[in-house]
């Protein structure tokens, strides 16, 4: 819930008051949402965050590109979904700051994009 060193969330101050508020479903949305998009437009205070802004916005571009491909009938891509979605939800919970959350999202793009770039092999015939 927080980096050594002082990094402390605001999750953190909220859970020493009450123990029972990490599984909510508001905070489970609230923590995909941080790991998904963070950092927000409002929490840009350098280059650094600027680049990771404008990271999100071409994943959200190649997200709304090739997702209208998806072959939801395959078996992979539900294995992806599954993986992708797992590994959101565990990952949303180690949030600490925005640095934190730059580098457990590269945990989840190899994933995303096999989900949004993997299209099933073209079967060939053969003629005789």
């Known amino acids: 819930m927080g980096a050594s060193g002082g990094s402390a969330t605001k ?20 923590n995909v949402g941080m790991i998904l998009f963070a950092p927000m437009p409002w929490q ?7 680049l990771a802004f404008f990271s999100n916005i071409l994943l959200l ?4 590109r090739f997702g209208k491909k ?3 009938t395959s078996v992979f891509q539900k294995y992806l979904i599954v ?3 797992l590994l959101i939800i565990l990952l949303s919970y180690m949030t600490g700051n925005v640095g934190l ?28």
């Open 83 to 85: 993986i992708c979605s």
């Open 101 to 128: 959350i730059l580098r457990q999202k590269t945990i989840i793009l190899p994933f995303l994009f096999l989900f949004l770039f993997h299209r099933p092999p073209l079967l060939k015939t053969k003629t005789l």
């Open 11 to 30: 999750l953190t101050e909220e859970l020493n008051e009450n123990q029972d508020i990490i599984f909510t479903p508001r905070q489970i949305a609230i």
């Open 61 to 64: 571009f190649l997200a709304i």
């Open 70 to 72: 998806i072959d939801f």
């Open 44 to 50: 840009i205070h350098g280059f650094a965050d600027g």
